[in-house]
T-cell receptor
Framework: AQTVTQSQPEMSVQEAETVTLSCTYD???????LFWYKQPPSRQMILVIR????KQQNATENRFSVNFQKAAKSFSLKISDSQLGDTAMYFC?????????????WGLGTSLAVNP | DSGVTQTPKHLITATGQRVTLRCSPR?????VYWYQQSLDQGLQFLIQ???????AKGNILERFSAQQFPDLHSELNLSSLELGDSALYFC????????????FGPGTRLTVT
């Protein structure tokens, strides 16, 4: 079965500090894509960062970076210099190259609060 | 703004009724996906269309149906509504071969009373 586990239902961080959100996944496929999405109180689902499984280099997008450990099937998100606007629900998800189905498999999310 | 539009934003209806949710993908995107986000079950994949054809089905109830039209917009039809169908329904679109990232619309909040 393909699953995503986010073991931290809630986290908090002080403004300007760094926080890491954990994600582990399970798939038997060798080629897949991993994503972090952010869902602020507006409920809009926003793509934060993506990682191709065949790439060893960790993806970065400004203050957001990932630590991708393929053998461990781990895909954590690091947010540097946290800002109040980073307060949101963060979802880890992946999709594979298998067949024509490109559905995203989702974790249950981590609620992140950035405190002033 | 992701470029994906969904209407309506909010919908309140009674049990047993039927509603239609509409989605327009980003310009150039051929794939459309529907997801349901409920409080107790997280995000669930419902169905995927590619260039007008159904490509994959997930946990979509028989009371639900969808289609993608020649102009690539998609509609999700929910019938015989039950209280448990209350949820946020997202549409997403993607370009095949681009790394499969999906861009989401703002969602339709459905409340069944």
């Amino acid at each position: 079965a393909q699953t995503v586990t986010q073991s931290q239902p809630e986290m908090s961080v002080q403004e300007a500090e760094t926080v890491t959100l954990s994600c582990t996944y399970d798939t038997s496929e060798s080629n897949y894509y991993l994503f972090w999405y952010k869902q602020p109180p507006s409920r809009q689902m926003i793509l934060v960062i993506r990682q191709e499984a065949y790439k060893q280099q960790n993806a970065t997008e400004n203050r957001f970076s990932v630590n991708f450990q393929k053998a461990a099937k781990s895909f954590s998100l690091k947010i540097s210099d946290s800002q109040l606007g980073d307060t949101a629900m963060y979802f880890c998800a992946f999709t594979t190259n298998a067949g024509n189905n490109r559905k995203l498999i989702w974790g249950l999310g981590t609620s992140l609060a950035v405190n002033p | 703004d992701s470029g994906v539009t969904q209407t309506p934003k909010h919908l309140i209806t009674a049990t047993g009724q039927r509603v239609t949710l509409r989605c327009s993908p980003r310009s150039g995107d051929l794939s459309v996906y529907w997801y349901q986000q409920s409080l107790d079950q997280g995000l669930q994949f419902l169905i995927q269309y590619y260039n007008g054809e159904e490509r994959a089905k997930g946990n979509i109830l028989e009371r639900f149906s969808a289609q993608q039209f020649p102009d690539l917009h998609s509609e999700l039809n929910l019938s015989s509504l039950e209280l448990g169908d209350s949820a946020l329904y997202f549409c997403a679109s993607s370009v095949e071969g681009s790394g499969y990232e999906q861009y989401f619309g703002p969602g339709t909040r459905l409340t069944v009373t």
